[in-house]
């Protein structure tokens, strides 16, 4: 009877240590997992698809800018220059014969505007061919999306091909429209599941090449603003210069845009014409 005590005592004791032990390899696999990070490159913090479905909802330029910088919509978390404040995205229209376009860009610091994309639309006789093209530096090259409409189903249409002067926003860095407050990115993971219902069902699709031919150069199609610390995909040397004097927080390991992200950050934004000023942005 003795034996058999020790015996059951000593299978008990052995599997006691088991059960502790599987609980703490568990934990160690799951720590693997979640400190493993990448980086989170500027244009992700910008969908532009999503700034499609803005493009289909607005009635005219200045109505565009104020839906891509509105908070509410969450379509822009974009912060260029990591000053923990969505950059405020400036429309200029402009275009020619059956032509229009929009060029969305962002002033960095005061002086330095940095183009992020463009937005085209090509009128034919009874469609709007869309097309959203994201600057090289931030995006990598040719990256687009495309998508077509029925002219009596898109809203700018009519003021678009209407006699109008072409808008060019009036708001500069630190001077904004009273109805616009500045407001702090959100993380990465909170950024794709505020535009997820917005791209979910768009009819934007992804290519590597232009769908308009006789496309007209955008006016800010030079601007590229050098003091960039968020990722870039294709970065200028001046911006990589920059960026090995400042680091951007986002780099977890080196590179300047070679590497792909992980564990994000982002943001919103909105616009009128009795200005706010805002020290910083």
């Known amino acids: 009877m003795g034996d058999h005590f020790y015996k059951y005592l000593i299978g008990f004791l052995i599997l006691i240590g088991l059960i502790n032990f599987a609980p703490s390899c568990h934990k160690k696999d799951n720590y693997n997992i979640n400190v493993e990070e990448t980086t989170v490159m500027a244009s992700d913090n910008l969908d532009l698809q999503a700034v499609g479905v803005l493009v289909k909802e607005a009635k005219d330029a200045e109505h565009l800018e104020r839906l891509i910088n509105d908070k509410s919509r969450g379509v822009n978390n974009l912060d260029l220059n990591e000053d923990d404040k ?147 995909r294709k970065p200028t040397s001046t911006q990589k210069s920059f960026q090995s004097r400042n680091p951007s927080k986002q780099i977890k390991s080196g590179g300047f845009g070679s590497k792909r992200p992980s564990r994000p950050s982002v943001r919103s934004s909105s616009s009128s014409r009795s200005g706010r000023s805002f020290s910083g942005k």
């Open 86 to 232: 969505v950059d405020y995205i400036k429309v200029t229209e402009y275009g020619e014969e059956n032509i229009r376009g929009f060029s969305l860009t962002v002033e960095v610091a005061s002086g330095e505007e940095q183009e992020v994309a463009v937005v085209e639309i090509e009128k034919t006789s009874d469609q709007a061919n869309v097309q959203i093209h994201g600057n090289e530096q931030m995006y990598g090259q040719n990256h687009y999306h495309r998508s077509s409409f029925g002219v009596t189903d898109f809203l700018l249409m009519s003021y678009l091909f209407s006699s109008h002067r072409y808008y060019a926003s009036p708001w500069r860095y630190g001077y904004y429209p009273s109805y616009y407050s500045a407001y702090r990115p959100v993380p990465h993971r909170s950024y794709r599941q505020n535009v997820a219902p917005m791209t979910k069902s768009t009819s934007y699709s992804k290519t590597n090449n232009s769908s308009i031919k006789n496309s007209v150069k955008s006016p800010n199609a030079t601007k590229s603003a050098s003091s960039i610390k968020a990722p870039l």
